[in-house]
């Protein structure tokens, strides 16, 4: 009985401590977390500078307010704050969107020229808006450059970690999860402010279409869907949706502007 008495002591003197433990924020009680929003916040601002000493950035106010409005429409209608999101407009034919680590959202001109509607481009912003607001960006960096990289930056380390990051936000996709809940958010912001999902998968299906044959069968073996997959997980989501309350993102005519817009700056590059 001694010995089973001890033995139960032990087990409720483990339990207990493991439970006290549980309770610490380690992360917290180490620094780690304040370490690594600095660690972000120093990295956005490096990036952004690096970005305009070297990209073209378009300041056009015709071009800027226009996506403001999408902007403003998705954040106003979901209780977001539109003031924390630093829009970052590059004049680049390549087709990518991508947020830096504290609420920059970085869009080339090629992907607005992409883009057949407003309501295909405001589906991309609200989908990296998902990623900004899911914290999805530490995510990624942490996973793929580690928590040591990210700290290393306030220490001097400061632009080869940019140099990575980089690369690492603009030319990789998200874990397949991650991808799927941005996805889920944007349709969800979409819906909120009365704008059309639709037209985000069938921007997802065209991408598709430039996709190498073996992407699709190799699907299930890759960690990042593919667009074809995203386009019918969004169709999913919206199957449902009252149609008959969306309304149009921007006008037709201001549209057609800003593409026009877009076009003649890329002609001036050349």
């Given at each position: 009985?001694?010995?089973?008495?001890?033995?139960?002591?032990?087990?409720?003197?483990?339990?207990?401590?493991?439970?006290?433990?549980?309770?610490?924020?380690?992360?917290?009680?180490?620094?780690?977390?304040?370490?690594?929003?600095?660690?972000?916040?120093?990295?956005?601002?490096?990036?952004?500078?690096?970005?305009?000493?070297?990209?073209?950035?378009?300041?056009?106010?015709?071009?800027?307010?226009?996506?403001?409005?999408?902007?403003?429409?998705?954040?106003?209608?979901?209780?977001?704050?539109?003031?924390?999101?630093?829009?970052?407009?590059?004049n680049k034919p390549e087709v990518n969107a991508f947020a830096l680590p504290t609420d920059y959202l970085v869009v080339n001109s090629g992907l607005i020229q992409a883009c057949e509607s407003p309501e295909a481009l405001s589906g991309v912003l609200a989908h990296e808006l998902g990623h900004i607001q899911l914290n999805h960006v530490r995510k990624k960096l942490i996973k793929e450059l580690g928590l040591a990289v990210l700290i290393s930056s306030t220490s001097g380390g400061g632009g080869e970690v940019v140099r990575q990051v980089t690369q690492t936000l603009s030319s990789t996709a998200y874990d397949r999860s991650l991808e799927e809940e941005a996805d889920e958010k944007a349709v969800s912001y979409l819906l909120e402010a009365n704008i059309d999902p639709e037209p985000l998968a069938e921007f997802f299906y065209l991408l598709s279409m430039k996709e190498p044959d073996f992407m699709s069968d190799l699907a299930w073996l890759s960690t990042h869907p593919t667009s074809e997959d995203r386009a019918k997980e969004i169709m999913g989501l919206i199957s449902s949706a009252d149609k008959a309350s969306f309304t149009e993102a921007l006008s037709e005519s201001s549209w057609k502007e800003l593409q026009q817009l877009l076009s003649d700056k890329e002609t001036d590059n050349y």
């Open positions: 009985m001694k010995v089973l008495g001890k033995g139960l002591l032990l087990v409720l003197i483990f339990v207990g401590g493991w439970l006290l433990l549980s309770q610490i924020n380690f992360r917290e009680w180490w620094g780690i977390d304040k370490a690594s929003e600095k660690s972000e916040e120093r990295i956005s601002e490096f990036i952004k500078e690096n970005l305009e000493r070297t990209e073209d950035i378009i300041k056009d106010k015709k071009v800027t307010q226009k996506l403001d409005s999408l902007l403003e429409r998705i954040t106003d209608r979901n209780n977001l704050n539109r003031n924390e999101i630093k829009l970052i407009i590059l």
